[in-house]
């Protein structure tokens, strides 16, 4: 039977499509309805659907709530207008008991246990995002540098789109993400990011599960075990 992720803030679905990649059934939550996100879908605020959603049937639990407080694309007089969703994120993720990682940008009030860029996965775009996690994370190697000499073309994926800053079709294309309008893909993380962390929570998933199955032994052998009398 297949692994279950809920994604947490899914939006159109870029940390989604990186999870089924990695072989999980997922479920997303937001707010706001969108008809592009490819998976089951629960639209509604995220902190209401974690009242009444029963947990016990997901391995990992996604989250990548807001950033336009900490970006750099929002101007700084508008920054504090944004909701700052990551304590009551973080303090939900760790009461769940569940494997999981939050995301977000690079200037956000995260653990930076993981920090990830496009050269690590051969995309076209730098985008680099930090990952607060709780297992093992090895990152990849880096890529050759961005840079108009070592990487013409590479695009920012922000803001309207299109002139200087890319077509759209170039930002499809240097995300990996060929199924989101304007609006949602600058939002996105590239499913490359979310497949790349999915892989190592496995493991952490295989190895807890074990250690349960040998745990689980353990306590049945005690069970068995007779204390032998002396000679
Ligand atoms: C950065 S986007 C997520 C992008 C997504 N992870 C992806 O890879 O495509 C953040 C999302 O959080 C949603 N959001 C903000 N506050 C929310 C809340 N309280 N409950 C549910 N969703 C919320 C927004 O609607 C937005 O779609």
């Given at each position: 039977?297949?692994?279950?992720?809920?994604?947490?803030?899914?939006?159109a679905g870029g940390?989604?499509m990186?999870?089924?990649?990695?072989?999980?059934?997922?479920?997303?939550?937001?707010?706001?309805?969108?008809?592009n996100?490819?998976?089951?879908?629960?639209?509604?605020?995220?902190?209401?659907?974690?009242?009444?959603?029963?947990?016990?049937?997901?391995?990992?639990?996604?989250?990548?709530?807001?950033?336009?407080?900490?970006?750099?694309?929002?101007?700084?007089?508008?920054?504090?207008?944004?909701?700052?969703?990551?304590?009551?994120?973080?303090?939900?993720?760790?009461?769940?008991?569940?494997?999981?990682?939050?995301?977000?940008?690079?200037?956000?009030?995260?653990?930076?246990?993981?920090?990830?860029?496009?050269?690590?996965?051969?995309?076209?775009?730098?985008?680099?995002?930090?990952?607060?996690?709780?297992?093992?994370?090895?990152?990849?190697?880096?890529?050759?540098?961005?840079?108009?000499?070592?990487?013409?073309?590479?695009?920012?994926v922000?803001?309207?789109?299109?002139?200087?800053?890319?077509?759209?079709?170039?930002w499809c294309d240097a995300m990996g993400i060929h199924w989101m309008?304007?609006?949602e893909i600058?939002?996105a993380v590239p499913p490359a990011?979310?497949?790349?962390?999915?892989?190592?929570?496995?493991?952490?998933?295989?190895?807890?599960?074990?250690?349960?199955?040998?745990?689980?032994?353990?306590?049945?052998?005690?069970?068995?075990?007779?204390?032998?009398?002396?000679?």
């Amino acid at each position: 039977m297949a692994l279950k992720a809920l994604d947490l803030f899914c939006r159109a679905g870029g940390a989604s499509m990186g999870l089924k990649q990695a072989g999980f059934d997922v479920i997303g939550v937001d707010r706001i309805y969108s008809k592009n996100y490819p998976f089951q879908k629960i639209v509604g605020d995220a902190f209401e659907v974690l009242t009444w959603l029963d947990l016990g049937m997901f391995d990992f639990i996604w989250a990548s709530p807001p950033c336009q407080q900490f970006s750099k694309a929002t101007p700084s007089a508008r920054r504090a207008m944004h909701d700052d969703l990551i304590e009551p994120t973080r303090a939900a993720l760790e009461a769940s008991g569940k494997s999981y990682c939050m995301e977000n940008v690079e200037c956000a009030p995260l653990r930076p246990d993981v920090v990830l860029t496009g050269d690590m996965f051969g995309l076209n775009t730098y985008r680099k995002r930090i990952f607060e996690v709780n297992f093992p994370v090895l990152a990849p190697a880096p890529g050759p540098r961005f840079g108009p000499e070592t990487r013409p073309g590479s695009v920012t994926v922000a803001g309207g789109g299109g002139g200087s800053a890319g077509t759209f079709s170039a930002w499809c294309d240097a995300m990996g993400i060929h199924w989101m309008n304007r609006r949602e893909i600058v939002q996105a993380v590239p499913p490359a990011y979310a497949r790349f962390i999915a892989d190592w929570a496995k493991n952490a998933i295989d190895d807890r599960a074990e250690m349960l199955l040998a745990h689980g032994q353990a306590e049945k052998m005690a069970g068995q075990a007779r204390i032998l009398p002396s000679e």
